[in-house]
C-alpha cells in the first residue's frame, strides 16, 4: 500500500533562517506531488506540484521553492524565512484514475517563524 | 475561486443528529468532486467523491449530493458521532484542468455530546 511520509511534524524557526521541508512516498511510481499551505482557521493554498522528477509548477509567486531530486522525494525550501511563511504545510501525492485525481495528504508540518 | 483567505465557517450538532454540509462550486465544467475530512493537527483525508454524471452517492453513514444545475454539493453525514468533529472541505477537479484540485472554503463541524 501506498504512503507518504513528511518531516518534521513541528518547527520554529527564526526570521531570515533557511527552510528545507521533506517529503517521501512509498509504494507508488511517479505520482504528482504537491504542496499545499494552510493558515490556521483556513482554507488549503497549493503552492508547488509536479508531475515528474525536476518538473515543478508553482502556483503562487512567494519566498518558497520546491524540488524533486527523486521521482519519490518532494522538498520545500527556502533561503530566508518571513513571518508571513508560518503555517501548516502540507505534502500530497494524487493517483489518476480516468483523468480524475484523488489526494492523499501526509501528516503536515507546523511550521512557526518568529 | 480562491478561499484560503477566509474564516471557516462553522455547523454545530447534536450527538446522534444527522448534519448537512453545503458547497458551493465554481466551475460548471468540473467532472469530479471529493469531500476530505481533516482533523486537528492533521492532513485532510478522502471521505468520498462523486462524479459529474451522478447526483447521489452513498457511503458508510455518509452520502453527498450533486445538483449541477445550482453547482451544490452537501455532504450529509448520518448520526453525527463525536469523532465526526473536524473541518470538511469539498473539492472539484476537471479532466481539462491538469493537475490541479480547486478547494472549497472548508466548514467546521462540531459535535456537543
Known amino acids: 500500500s501506498q504512503t507518504i511520509h513528511q518531516w518534521p511534524a513541528t518547527l520554529v524557526q527564526p526570521v531570515g533562517s533557511p527552510l528545507s521541508l521533506e517529503c517521501t512516498v512509498e509504494g507508488t511510481s511517479n505520482p504528482n506531488l504537491y504542496w499545499y499551505r494552510q493558515a490556521a482557521g483556513r482554507g488549503l493554498q497549493l503552492l508547488f506540484y509536479?508531475?515528474?522528477?525536476?518538473?515543478i509548477s508553482s502556483e503562487v509567486p512567494q519566498n518558497l521553492s520546491a524540488s524533486r531530486p527523486q521521482d519519490r522525494q518532494f522538498i520545500l525550501s527556502s533561503k530566508k524565512l518571513l513571518l508571513s511563511d508560518s503555517g501548516f504545510y502540507l505534502c500530497?501525492?494524487?493517483?489518476?484514475?480516468?483523468?480524475?485525481?484523488?489526494?492523499?495528504f501526509g501528516s503536515g508540518t507546523q511550521l512557526s517563524v518568529l | 475561486g480562491e478561499s484560503v483567505g477566509l474564516h471557516l465557517p462553522t455547523l454545530s450538532v447534536q450527538e446522534g443528529d444527522n448534519s448537512i454540509i453545503n458547497c458551493a462550486y465554481s466551475?460548471?465544467?468540473?467532472?469530479?468532486f471529493i469531500w476530505y475530512k481533516q482533523e486537528s493537527g492533521k492532513g485532510p483525508q478522502f471521505i468520498i467523491d462523486?462524479?459529474?454524471?451522478?447526483d447521489k452517492r452513498q457511503g458508510q453513514r455518509v452520502t453527498v449530493l450533486l445538483n449541477k444545475t445550482v453547482k451544490h454539493l452537501s455532504l450529509q453525514i448520518a448520526a453525527t458521532q463525536p469523532g465526526d468533529s473536524a473541518v470538511y472541505f469539498c473539492?472539484?477537479?476537471?479532466?481539462?484542468?491538469?493537475?490541479?484540485?480547486?478547494f472549497g472554503a472548508g466548514t467546521r463541524l462540531f459535535v456537543k455530546a
Open positions: 500530497a501525492w494524487s493517483v489518476q484514475d480516468r483523468g480524475l485525481e484523488k489526494l492523499f
Open positions: 473539492a472539484e477537479n476537471m479532466r481539462a484542468g491538469g493537475f490541479k484540485t480547486i
Open positions: 462523486i462524479r459529474s454524471n451522478m
Open positions: 509536479s508531475v515528474g522528477i525536476g518538473q
Open positions: 466551475n460548471s465544467a468540473s467532472d469530479y
